[in-house]
């Protein structure tokens, strides 16, 4: 099993989460999150005051899977995350020893 974390801009949850359900991937986690990279944020005028804006809104889209499945959803992420512009987010995958469901007691793949 593997967890996938995707870092994504805010306006493509939509397009993401609709892809993925076409797909069957319906499981997952979204939090809000503020971060910065390549990107290093914006500068802004308000009332007469620059305000750098270092670290940038975006989402943490998680979900674990199947390793059989890694690629598909990797490209799935990627396909609908993408504007082709700095500041697209980015993916990271972990092994997961383990997976428990609390109200069955399913440990595995079948807990997923």
């Known amino acids: 099993m593997m967890k996938v974390e995707a870092i994504i801009r805010e306006e493509k949850l939509d397009n993401l989460k609709n892809a993925l359900a076409e797909a069957g991937f319906l499981g997952m986690t979204v939090s809000e999150v503020k971060g ?12 007469g005051k620059s305000i750098n ?3 940038l809104p ?4 998680e979900l674990t899977i199947d390793d059989s ?5 990797v490209d799935i992420i990627r396909k609908n995350s993408s504007t082709g512009e700095i500041g697209d987010g980015k993916i990271f995958l972990y092994p997961v020893a383990d ?3 609390i109200r069955t007691g ?3 793949p079948d807990a997923i």
């Open 36 to 47: 910065r990279g390549r990107q290093k944020g914006y500068t802004l005028n308000f009332r």
């Open 53 to 55: 804006v270092d670290l």
């Open 58 to 61: 975006k989402l943490k889209v």
């Open 69 to 73: 499945n890694i690629n598909k959803l």
């Open 99 to 101: 997976a428990i469901r």
């Open 106 to 108: 399913e440990r595995g």
